[in-house]
T-cell receptor, first 110, second 115 residues
Framework: LAKTTQPISMDSYEGQEVNITCSHNNIATNDYITWYQQFPSQGPRFIIQGYKTKVTNEVASLFIPADRKSSTLSLPRVSLSDTAVYYCLVGYTGRRALTFGSGTRLQVQP | GAGVSQSPSNKVTEKGKDVELRCDPISGHTALYWYRQSLGQGLEFLIYFQGNSAPDKSGLPSDRFSAERTGGSVSTLTIQRTQQEDSAVYLC?????????????FGAGTRLSVL
C-alpha cells in the first residue's frame, strides 16, 4: 500500500490560498490520488481526485507532478468554513485496505 | 436514502456489554467499509465488503469485533464484551467498487462511549 505523508497542521487567514502537499513515494501505476475533507462530528467528504497533471473543480485544484510521488491540494481564498482536517489517499479499487493517514488539520483565522 | 445512514448516532454502554452498529449504504453501492476514529486521530480501517466476495477483515483489532452484510446492502458491526478502549466514532462508507477510482461516501458515524 502506498504510504502518504502530510503536514500535521497548517494555519492560514481568510482570503489566502492554501496549499497542502502530500508525499507518496511508492505510488503504483494504477493508483489514483484522492483528497477528503472532514469537519468535526462528520464523516470525511470527497473533495477532488486525480491521476496526473492538474485537476480543478468548484472547490479545489489538485496538482500532480510528472513523477506522481507527491500531490498538492490547493484551496483558493479560504474562509473560516474551510477549517477542517484534510486527508490524502492513494490507491484504487483493486486495493482493499486504503489507509487514511492522520491528515492535515487546517485552521483558518479571521 | 440519498447518503450513507448510520444508527444509532450515539451509543453509551457499560463495559462488558455487546453493541451493534448499523450502516445503510447508498443504494447500488457494492463496496462497504467500516472505520474507527478515536478522538483527534485519523481513520483506522476495520473491514471491507465487496459484492459477494469474502470480506477483508484484516483491520479488525480483536475477535470481539465482527461484521456482516446482509443481501449486499445493510451492514452490522458487532462489538462483544466492550472495553473502554473501544470508545470511538465508528464510520461507515460505501462506494461503487466497480469504478476504478473508488470514491468513498461516508456516513456521519456512531459515537460509542464505553463506561
Amino acid at each position: 500500500l502506498a504510504k502518504t505523508t502530510q503536514p500535521i497542521s497548517m494555519d492560514s487567514y481568510e482570503g489566502q490560498e492554501v496549499n497542502i502537499t502530500c508525499s507518496h513515494n511508492n505510488i503504483a501505476t494504477n493508483d489514483y490520488i484522492t483528497w477528503y475533507q472532514q469537519f468535526p462530528s462528520q464523516g470525511p467528504r470527497f473533495i477532488i481526485q486525480g491521476y496526473k497533471t492538474k485537476v480543478t473543480n468548484e472547490v479545489a485544484s489538485l496538482f500532480i507532478p510528472a513523477d506522481r510521488k507527491s500531490s498538492t491540494l490547493s484551496l483558493p481564498r479560504v474562509s473560516l468554513s474551510d477549517t477542517a482536517v484534510y486527508y490524502c489517499l492513494v490507491g484504487y479499487t483493486g486495493r482493499r485496505a486504503l489507509t487514511f493517514g492522520s491528515g492535515t488539520r487546517l485552521q483558518v483565522q479571521p | 436514502g440519498a447518503g450513507v445512514s448510520q444508527s444509532p448516532s450515539n451509543k453509551v454502554t457499560e463495559k462488558g456489554k455487546d453493541v451493534e452498529l448499523r450502516c445503510d449504504p447508498i443504494s447500488g453501492h457494492t463496496a462497504l467499509y467500516w472505520y474507527r476514529q478515536s478522538l483527534g486521530q485519523g481513520l483506522e480501517f476495520l473491514i471491507y465488503f465487496q459484492g459477494n466476495s469474502a470480506p477483508d477483515k484484516s483491520g479488525l483489532p480483536s475477535d470481539r469485533f465482527s461484521a456482516e452484510r446482509t443481501g449486499g446492502s445493510v451492514s452490522t458491526l458487532t462489538i462483544q464484551r466492550t472495553q473502554q478502549e473501544d470508545s470511538a466514532v465508528y464510520l461507515c462508507a460505501s462506494s461503487l467498487d466497480r469504478v476504478q477510482t473508488n470514491i468513498q461516501y461516508f456516513g456521519a458515524g456512531t459515537r460509542l462511549s464505553v463506561l
